[in-house]
């Protein structure tokens, strides 16, 4: 059975930071990519982040130079450092990773940005 847990959501000012972690079980961590995605009410589900098997990493421009994925394969967690938050980074923020030529998703965690 895989199971993605996120936590570290939560309510912030503008300006603000928060850290996201996806912990994970039942996949081969150290080889899988994995990927934030954010969906604001009303919204799609939308890619934020990914970091591949070998460390390298890419963001969606609007998080870019504020937003750091990273991993630790011996945890098998990935974190989601979020920097200088606004107030249009609110959302649902999710961890996503393939397994089995399945797309396995986690439960989700609320980030809310105040003004």
């Known amino acids: 059975q895989v199971y993605l847990v996120e936590s570290g959501g939560g309510l912030v000012q503008a300006g603000g930071s928060l850290r996201l972690s996806c912990r994970t079980s039942g996949i081969n961590f150290s080889i899988s990519r994995m990927a934030w995605y954010r969906q604001a009410p009303g919204k799609q589900r939308d890619l934020v982040a990914t970091?591949?098997?070998?460390?390298?990493?890419n963001y969606t421009d609007s998080v870019k130079g504020r937003f750091t994925i990273s991993r630790d394969n011996a945890r098998a967690t990935v974190y989601l450092q979020m920097n200088s938050l606004k107030v249009e980074d609110a959302a649902d923020y999710y961890c996503q990773t393939s397994w089995k030529s399945r797309n396995c998703w986690g439960r989700g965690t609320q980030v809310t940005v105040s003004s």
């Open positions: 970091i591949s098997r070998d460390g390298s990493t």
